[in-house]
């Protein structure tokens, strides 16, 4: 693809996803013309993310600097560009390590772009959004994308996926654990090929019942492969069983990655085409792959293509949500009265409290979910919705949006327990508690569920002051709300806002 300066056209016209893999970090940026992407410029740095994480699941000072010299790098691309216009998605390594907040913090000095870690799931789910936008199929195809540190697996249809899947094998991590030094041999290669089978016990029963008529490879692993094939004239564009078995011995007739010399094999590549070969060959094996074709498109291209749609407001997470109502029969009636009210306080609030639209819309996915963990029990249901929404696959969420998600969740009523809330990267602290004053507040108003309950009325928030202005005779007539209202009251003060409240009754010792 030419290379284009990205000043060359208006930064208003262009969008941009960075993809910060476990080998190497992505930048794409592209346009939307007519409703379809024109890809305009790539970089592509190699960065070995995985070869810095050690058995503690540590990233390595060394490792993080190569991170960081590329984020600089890539800002400098990215200059003009405003943050709406750009996605920064960071997949297995940065997901896995532990001090991966650390690298975080320290790429916010220097990368002035989010930088949105997503979950293995979220990621299949992308990378066959990209396939599936790239190249048109009418049947059922399965799609394998080998990186550094995980291999992700998707079937679908169309565009919907029907199966998502993430595994802890990479051709990164793979080549530090089972061929260290570029050394091979059939040991080394047989241990890695078992591993590799083993890690995929788990998906194989239930991607093989679900079936598909085409298998499609994704990035540099399988691009690589697909050229040694035909460079060898095996086959121009097909990758078959047969020709991994084939390249394997090829492979174990040398000592050292060095020494391989294929056509369509770069140097940068030697050290990864073992790991990556034993990793799709144990695919095949597994899945009972006859043959694979090799498709221009992945997880960038898939945040391009959402990003296109979010552009033109067709949110996938809007799906998600919708999904989330019908699997655990979410009373919608209820939700439409909790987000009524929260639209009243979001727009008397908001300004002030310098809220971004990103919390109107989480305040009001938390609407529609914060009542799922009744499938549960109705007691702490809370706690059983915050559960359901931490460890459930919620498409379009980044790990941290949901986090979000299932903290405002988890606080909706009761006692808030600042010391439990865990910090937020992508978010302020601040800015938490005051979304989560106003969905407490509306969940609060509508607890009895009738519509005639909540009356007309007006707030003014100052930065650590919230006035709820509701008229004197309601607090007469609802006496159970105003002494719930007394003790929200106590409830904030613990998340650092004063609740204000003129005309609601102090509580005397006759109440």
């Known amino acids: ?31 939307i013309v007519d409703g379809a992407l024109q890809l305009l410029h790539r970089e592509k740095q190699k960065v070995q993310l995985a070869d810095g994480l050690d058995e503690q699941q540590m990233l390595s000072d060394e490792a993080m600097q190569r991170g960081l010299s590329v984020l600089r790098q890539f800002a400098e691309t990215l200059k003009d560009m405003p943050p709406q216009a750009v996605r920064v998605i960071a997949t297995y390594t940065l997901r896995r390590a532990k001090n991966s907040a650390r690298f975080l913090q ?15 799931q979220e990621e299949a789910r992308l ?48 080549a530090k654990f089972f061929f260290q030094k570029g050394k091979i041999s059939p ?11 083993q890690e995929l016990e788990n998906i194989y029963t239930g991607y093989k019942a679900t079936g598909w008529q085409q298998a499609v490879g994704t990035s540099g692993t399988i691009k690589t492969i697909k050229d040694i094939v035909s460079g060898l004239g095996w086959h121009p564009h097909v990758i078959r069983l047969e020709h991994l078995e084939k390249l394997q011995q090829l492979l174990l007739q040398v000592e050292q990655c ?23 060959l144990a695919s095949f094996r597994m899945l009972g792959i006859d043959e694979m074709v090799y498709v221009d498109a992945a997880l960038r291209e898939g945040v391009l293509y959402e990003m296109s749609d979010r552009l033109q407001h067709q949110d996938i997470r809007q799906h998600t949500i919708q999904s989330l109502i019908k699997r655990y029969a979410i009373d919608t009636e209820q939700a439409g009265r909790v987000s009524q009210t929260v639209e009243v306080l979001w727009q008397q609030c908001h300004a002030a409290w310098q809220l971004s639209e990103e919390w109107h819309q ?86 009895k569920r009738r519509e005639d309950i909540v009356p007309t009325f007006s707030c003014i928030a100052q930065p650590a002051e919230l006035t709820l202005l509701l008229p004197e005779s309601w607090y007469q007539q609802h006496t159970v709300l105003a002494a719930d209202l007394r003790t929200e009251q106590q409830f904030l003060k613990r998340a650092g806002l004063t609740l204000q409240c003129p005309g609601l009754p102090e509580l005397t010792e006759d109440n």
Not at 106 to 120: C, D, H, L, T, Y
Not at 262 to 272: A, F, I, N, S
């Open 187 to 197: 040991k080394r290669f047989e241990r890695a090929l078992l591993l590799a089978e």
């Open 127 to 174: 990378i066959y959004q990209g396939v599936a936008h790239f190249e048109t199929y009418t049947g059922q195809r399965l799609v394998i994308d080998i990186g550094g540190g995980s291999t992700e697996f998707a079937i679908g249809v169309d565009f919907q996926p029907l199966k998502l899947a993430s595994r802890n094998m990479g051709c990164v991590s793979f």
């Open 106 to 120: 320290q790429a916010q000095a220097i990368f002035p772009f989010p930088i949105e870690v997503i979950a293995g």
């Open 258 to 280: 060095e020494d391989l010399n294929l056509p369509g094999l770069t140097e940068d590549r030697k050290q990864l085409l073992a790991p990556g070969l034993a990793i799709l």
């Open 1 to 31: 693809m030419t290379h284009l300066t990205p000043n060359a056209l208006s930064a208003a016209e262009l969008i941009a996803a960075v993809d910060l893999g476990s080998n190497s970090f992505h930048l794409v940026i592209a346009r």
């Open 362 to 447: 989480l305040l009001l996915f938390a609407c529609y979910v914060y009542e799922i963990g009744l499938q549960i029990n109705s007691s702490s249901v809370q706690r059983h919705s915050a559960y359901i929404l931490n460890n459930a696959n919620l498409p379009g969420f980044n790990q941290e949006q949901q986090r979000v998600l299932a903290s405002l969740v988890r606080y909706h009523r009761r006692k808030i327990k600042p010391d439990d809330v865990s910090a937020f990267y992508l978010y302020q602290q601040a800015d938490f508690y005051h979304a989560l004053t106003i969905f407490r507040l509306a969940v609060l108003l509508n607890q």
